[in-house]
Protein backbone atom coordinates (compact mmCIF):
# COMPACT_ATOMS: atom_id res chain seq x y z
CA UNK A 1 0.00 0.00 0.00
CA UNK A 2 1.61 3.15 -0.78
CA UNK A 3 2.17 5.63 2.08
CA UNK A 4 2.71 8.81 0.53
CA UNK A 5 1.03 10.95 -1.92
CA UNK A 6 2.23 14.02 -4.10
CA UNK A 7 -0.07 16.87 -4.72
CA UNK A 8 0.10 19.54 -7.83
CA UNK A 9 -1.71 22.15 -7.86
CA UNK A 10 -2.75 26.26 -8.90
CA UNK A 11 -4.87 29.21 -8.72
CA UNK A 12 -4.97 32.20 -10.25
CA UNK A 13 -6.18 34.27 -7.85
CA UNK A 14 -5.00 38.03 -6.47
CA UNK A 15 -3.00 37.75 -3.77
CA UNK A 16 -2.61 40.73 -1.59
CA UNK A 17 0.87 39.99 0.68
CA UNK A 18 2.88 36.90 -1.38
CA UNK A 19 6.00 38.20 0.75
CA UNK A 20 4.26 37.62 3.81
CA UNK A 21 3.03 34.31 2.57
CA UNK A 22 6.39 32.64 1.55
CA UNK A 23 8.34 32.86 4.93
CA UNK A 24 4.87 31.76 6.58
CA UNK A 25 4.17 28.55 4.27
CA UNK A 26 7.69 27.27 4.12
CA UNK A 27 7.94 27.16 8.01
CA UNK A 28 4.73 25.33 8.37
CA UNK A 29 5.85 23.02 5.44
CA UNK A 30 9.65 22.05 7.64
CA UNK A 31 7.79 21.45 10.93
CA UNK A 32 5.29 19.05 9.28
CA UNK A 33 7.40 17.36 6.81
CA UNK A 34 6.19 18.08 3.63
CA UNK A 35 8.79 18.53 0.86
CA UNK A 36 8.68 19.46 -3.08
CA UNK A 37 8.43 23.54 -4.53
CA UNK A 38 5.42 26.32 -4.05
CA UNK A 39 5.80 29.35 -6.32
CA UNK A 40 3.67 32.39 -4.76
CA UNK A 41 3.10 35.75 -6.72
CA UNK A 42 0.43 38.56 -6.77
CA UNK A 43 -1.05 36.09 -9.21
CA UNK A 44 -2.03 33.09 -7.33
CA UNK A 45 0.23 30.16 -6.58
CA UNK A 46 1.73 27.17 -8.27
CA UNK A 47 3.15 23.94 -6.33
CA UNK A 48 3.71 20.24 -6.50
CA UNK A 49 4.79 18.86 -2.72
CA UNK A 50 4.82 15.06 -1.09
CA UNK A 51 4.40 13.82 2.43
CA UNK A 52 2.64 11.12 4.30
CA UNK A 53 -0.84 10.59 3.84
CA UNK A 54 -1.70 11.92 7.40
CA UNK A 55 0.50 14.88 6.58
CA UNK A 56 -0.47 15.90 3.48
CA UNK A 57 -3.85 15.92 4.19
CA UNK A 58 -3.03 18.45 6.73
CA UNK A 59 -1.78 20.30 4.25
CA UNK A 60 -4.54 20.42 2.07
CA UNK A 61 -6.74 21.72 5.80
CA UNK A 62 -3.41 24.52 5.83
CA UNK A 63 -3.56 25.48 2.51
CA UNK A 64 -7.34 25.96 1.80
CA UNK A 65 -7.24 27.59 5.11
CA UNK A 66 -6.90 31.01 3.11
CA UNK A 67 -9.80 32.73 1.64
CA UNK A 68 -7.69 32.69 -1.24
CA UNK A 69 -7.03 28.96 -1.82
CA UNK A 70 -10.08 27.71 -0.38
CA UNK A 71 -11.30 25.50 -3.20
CA UNK A 72 -8.07 24.89 -5.01
CA UNK A 73 -8.07 22.21 -6.94
CA UNK A 74 -5.57 19.29 -5.34
CA UNK A 75 -4.80 16.64 -8.39
CA UNK A 76 -2.91 13.45 -6.50
CA UNK A 77 -1.07 10.90 -7.41
CA UNK A 78 -0.08 7.60 -5.06
CA UNK A 79 3.48 7.10 -4.21
CA UNK A 80 5.72 4.99 -1.84
CA UNK A 81 8.13 7.55 -0.39
CA UNK A 82 8.76 11.39 -0.65
CA UNK A 83 8.85 12.84 -4.25
CA UNK A 84 11.25 15.65 -3.21
CA UNK A 85 14.23 15.74 -1.20
CA UNK A 86 13.69 19.53 0.19
CA UNK A 87 10.93 21.95 0.56
CA UNK A 88 11.17 25.30 -1.61
CA UNK A 89 8.93 27.99 -1.44
CA UNK A 90 9.74 30.76 -4.15
CA UNK A 91 8.25 34.78 -4.42
CA UNK A 92 7.60 34.96 -8.57
CA UNK A 93 6.47 37.47 -10.51
CA UNK A 94 4.45 35.03 -12.45
CA UNK A 95 3.64 31.49 -11.19
CA UNK A 96 4.69 30.01 -13.88
CA UNK A 97 6.98 32.05 -16.10
CA UNK A 98 5.96 32.72 -19.77
CA UNK A 99 6.13 36.17 -20.87
CA UNK A 100 2.21 36.52 -20.63
CA UNK A 101 1.61 38.40 -18.00
CA UNK A 102 -0.38 41.03 -20.26
CA UNK A 103 -2.48 38.41 -21.76
CA UNK A 104 -6.18 38.34 -20.15
CA UNK A 105 -6.68 34.87 -17.89
CA UNK A 106 -10.61 35.59 -18.94
CA UNK A 107 -9.76 34.86 -22.86
CA UNK A 108 -8.68 31.38 -21.72
CA UNK A 109 -9.99 28.65 -24.28
CA UNK A 110 -13.29 26.81 -22.93
CA UNK A 111 -12.45 24.04 -20.79
CA UNK A 112 -12.63 20.36 -21.80
CA UNK A 113 -13.33 17.60 -20.00
CA UNK A 114 -11.65 14.65 -20.28
CA UNK A 115 -14.87 12.94 -21.60
CA UNK A 116 -15.37 15.32 -24.06
CA UNK A 117 -11.60 14.70 -24.82
CA UNK A 118 -12.60 11.10 -25.51
CA UNK A 119 -15.35 11.76 -27.48
CA UNK A 120 -13.52 13.82 -29.50
CA UNK A 121 -11.03 11.15 -30.29
CA UNK A 122 -13.97 8.43 -30.88
CA UNK A 123 -16.24 10.65 -33.03
CA UNK A 124 -13.48 11.16 -35.44
CA UNK A 125 -13.51 14.96 -34.96
CA UNK A 126 -11.25 17.43 -37.07
CA UNK A 127 -8.90 19.37 -33.94
CA UNK A 128 -5.17 20.12 -33.84
CA UNK A 129 -4.22 19.21 -30.25
CA UNK A 130 -0.98 20.56 -29.50
CA UNK A 131 1.71 20.41 -26.55
CA UNK A 132 2.49 23.26 -24.46
CA UNK A 133 5.22 22.00 -22.29
CA UNK A 134 8.80 22.10 -23.44
CA UNK A 135 10.49 19.04 -25.85
CA UNK A 136 11.67 17.37 -23.38
CA UNK A 137 8.20 16.48 -21.67
CA UNK A 138 6.89 15.55 -25.03
CA UNK A 139 9.59 13.48 -26.24
CA UNK A 140 8.67 10.83 -23.64
CA UNK A 141 4.87 11.09 -23.60
CA UNK A 142 1.94 12.95 -25.43
CA UNK A 143 -2.12 12.95 -26.81
CA UNK A 144 -2.53 10.73 -30.59
CA UNK A 145 -1.56 13.08 -33.59
CA UNK A 146 -0.25 15.87 -31.29
CA UNK A 147 2.05 18.27 -32.58
CA UNK A 148 4.70 19.19 -29.88
CA UNK A 149 6.84 21.60 -30.71
CA UNK A 150 10.41 22.19 -29.72
CA UNK A 151 10.18 24.43 -27.47
CA UNK A 152 13.19 24.99 -25.10
CA UNK A 153 10.64 26.58 -22.39
CA UNK A 154 7.75 28.14 -22.19
CA UNK A 155 8.91 31.91 -22.22
CA UNK A 156 9.14 30.52 -26.48
CA UNK A 157 4.86 29.93 -26.88
CA UNK A 158 4.27 33.41 -28.42
CA UNK A 159 6.91 32.86 -30.71
CA UNK A 160 5.76 29.66 -31.78
CA UNK A 161 1.86 30.33 -31.95
CA UNK A 162 2.98 33.65 -33.70
CA UNK A 163 5.39 31.68 -36.68
CA UNK A 164 3.81 28.13 -36.89
CA UNK A 165 0.65 27.32 -34.94
CA UNK A 166 -0.95 30.57 -36.63
CA UNK A 167 -1.92 28.10 -39.63
CA UNK A 168 -4.50 26.91 -37.75
CA UNK A 169 -6.18 29.68 -36.84
CA UNK A 170 -9.21 28.84 -38.34
CA UNK A 171 -9.37 24.87 -37.24
CA UNK A 172 -10.46 23.90 -33.42
CA UNK A 173 -7.58 24.10 -31.42
CA UNK A 174 -7.22 21.80 -27.88
CA UNK A 175 -4.04 23.03 -25.74
CA UNK A 176 -2.64 20.77 -23.15
CA UNK A 177 0.00 20.74 -20.49
CA UNK A 178 0.59 19.02 -17.49
CA UNK A 179 -1.76 20.24 -14.57
CA UNK A 180 -3.23 23.03 -16.91
CA UNK A 181 -1.72 25.86 -15.49
CA UNK A 182 0.31 26.71 -18.58
CA UNK A 183 -2.73 26.16 -20.79
CA UNK A 184 -4.31 28.91 -18.82
CA UNK A 185 -2.44 31.29 -20.64
CA UNK A 186 -1.36 29.65 -23.64
CA UNK A 187 -4.89 28.93 -24.62
CA UNK A 188 -5.60 32.79 -23.72
CA UNK A 189 -2.77 33.71 -26.44
CA UNK A 190 -4.54 32.10 -28.89
CA UNK A 191 -7.62 33.46 -28.60
CA UNK A 192 -6.51 37.23 -28.18
CA UNK A 193 -4.44 36.06 -31.38
CA UNK A 194 -7.97 35.39 -33.39
CA UNK A 195 -8.03 31.34 -33.13
CA UNK A 196 -11.31 30.67 -33.91
CA UNK A 197 -12.14 27.57 -31.14
CA UNK A 198 -9.47 26.77 -28.74
CA UNK A 199 -10.10 24.73 -26.17
CA UNK A 200 -7.55 23.89 -23.05
CA UNK A 201 -7.49 20.07 -21.31
CA UNK A 202 -9.23 20.43 -17.92
CA UNK A 203 -7.10 19.89 -15.08
CA UNK A 204 -4.20 18.75 -17.80
CA UNK A 205 -2.69 15.27 -18.66
CA UNK A 206 -2.96 14.14 -15.24
CA UNK A 207 -6.66 14.39 -15.23
CA UNK A 208 -6.92 12.53 -18.76
CA UNK A 209 -4.56 9.60 -17.78
CA UNK A 210 -6.46 8.81 -14.39
CA UNK A 211 -9.90 8.70 -16.05
CA UNK A 212 -8.66 7.25 -19.00
CA UNK A 213 -5.85 5.36 -19.47
CA UNK A 214 -4.37 3.27 -22.00
CA UNK A 215 -6.73 5.52 -24.64
CA UNK A 216 -5.18 8.30 -26.18
CA UNK A 217 -2.27 8.74 -23.93
CA UNK A 218 0.90 7.61 -25.69
CA UNK A 219 3.76 6.75 -23.35
CA UNK A 220 4.64 8.20 -19.74
CA UNK A 221 3.96 12.01 -18.47
CA UNK A 222 7.13 13.77 -17.52
CA UNK A 223 7.01 15.31 -13.91
CA UNK A 224 9.73 17.44 -11.66
CA UNK A 225 10.35 15.54 -9.08
CA UNK A 226 12.37 11.94 -8.31
CA UNK A 227 10.13 9.84 -9.63
CA UNK A 228 10.83 12.03 -12.99
CA UNK A 229 7.87 9.94 -15.11
CA UNK A 230 4.47 8.13 -14.48
CA UNK A 231 3.68 5.24 -16.42
CA UNK A 232 -0.20 5.22 -16.94
CA UNK A 233 -0.70 2.67 -19.07
CA UNK A 234 -0.48 -0.95 -19.30
CA UNK A 235 -1.12 -1.81 -22.89
CA UNK A 236 2.61 -2.42 -24.27
CA UNK A 237 2.33 -0.15 -27.24
CA UNK A 238 1.36 2.74 -25.81
CA UNK A 239 3.51 2.38 -22.76
CA UNK A 240 6.62 3.88 -24.35
CA UNK A 241 7.10 6.05 -27.25
CA UNK A 242 10.74 7.24 -26.82
CA UNK A 243 13.61 4.66 -27.12
CA UNK A 244 17.15 4.24 -24.94
CA UNK A 245 19.68 6.82 -26.49
CA UNK A 246 22.57 3.62 -26.44
CA UNK A 247 20.46 0.52 -26.95
CA UNK A 248 17.29 1.54 -28.90
CA UNK A 249 15.07 -0.68 -26.29
CA UNK A 250 11.37 1.26 -25.74
CA UNK A 251 12.04 3.23 -21.90
CA UNK A 252 10.00 6.62 -20.78
CA UNK A 253 13.16 7.25 -18.47
CA UNK A 254 15.68 10.39 -18.81
CA UNK A 255 18.88 11.39 -17.00
CA UNK A 256 20.26 14.68 -17.45
CA UNK A 257 23.71 13.84 -18.42
CA UNK A 258 26.26 14.06 -14.87
CA UNK A 259 28.78 15.90 -16.78
CA UNK A 260 27.88 19.50 -15.20
CA UNK A 261 29.13 21.56 -18.01
CA UNK A 262 27.15 19.40 -20.79
CA UNK A 263 24.05 18.75 -18.28
CA UNK A 264 22.55 17.46 -22.06
CA UNK A 265 18.83 15.10 -20.97
CA UNK A 266 18.93 11.93 -23.26
CA UNK A 267 16.29 9.20 -22.98
CA UNK A 268 17.84 6.18 -21.07
CA UNK A 269 17.07 2.72 -19.71
CA UNK A 270 17.78 2.18 -16.50
CA UNK A 271 21.04 -0.37 -17.27
CA UNK A 272 22.63 1.98 -20.13
CA UNK A 273 22.31 4.76 -17.96
CA UNK A 274 24.47 2.84 -15.00
CA UNK A 275 26.96 1.42 -17.71
CA UNK A 276 27.54 4.72 -19.00
CA UNK A 277 28.36 6.40 -15.53
CA UNK A 278 24.65 8.40 -15.96
CA UNK A 279 27.08 10.21 -19.06
CA UNK A 280 25.94 10.70 -23.05
CA UNK A 281 29.29 10.12 -24.02
CA UNK A 282 33.00 8.40 -23.35
CA UNK A 283 33.97 12.65 -23.29
CA UNK A 284 31.25 13.57 -20.62
CA UNK A 285 32.39 10.36 -18.62
CA UNK A 286 36.03 11.46 -18.32
CA UNK A 287 35.31 14.79 -17.58
CA UNK A 288 36.29 16.03 -13.88
CA UNK A 289 32.95 18.09 -13.55
CA UNK A 290 30.85 15.00 -12.97
CA UNK A 291 27.70 15.08 -10.20
CA UNK A 292 27.99 11.79 -8.09
CA UNK A 293 26.09 9.21 -9.13
CA UNK A 294 23.37 6.97 -7.79
CA UNK A 295 23.28 4.02 -8.57
CA UNK A 296 19.52 2.25 -8.65
Known amino acids: ?31 NDIRGRVFFAKEGVNGTVSGTLENIEKYKEHLTGYPE ?26 IVHGDLEDVKLEHGGKKLSPEELLKFYEEGKEFVIVDARNWYESMIGRFKNAITPSLKNFREWKKYVDEEL ?6 PVVTYCTGGIRCE ?14 YQINGGIINFIKKFPDTYWEGGMFVFDERRVVLPNSKPELKHIAKCYFCGEPTSYYI ?17 KVKNEYCCSDECRKSPNKRKVYHG
Not at 15 to 31: A, I, R, S, T
Not at 81 to 92: E, I, P, T
Not at 256 to 272: G, K, Y
Open 185 to 198: KASAYLVEKGFKEV
Open 69 to 94: FSDIWFKEDDTDSHAFKKMHVRLKRE
Open 256 to 272: NCHNVDCDRIIVCCHEC
Open 166 to 171: IKFKDK
Open 1 to 31: MNSYKVLLFYKYVEVPNPEKLVEEHLNWCLQ
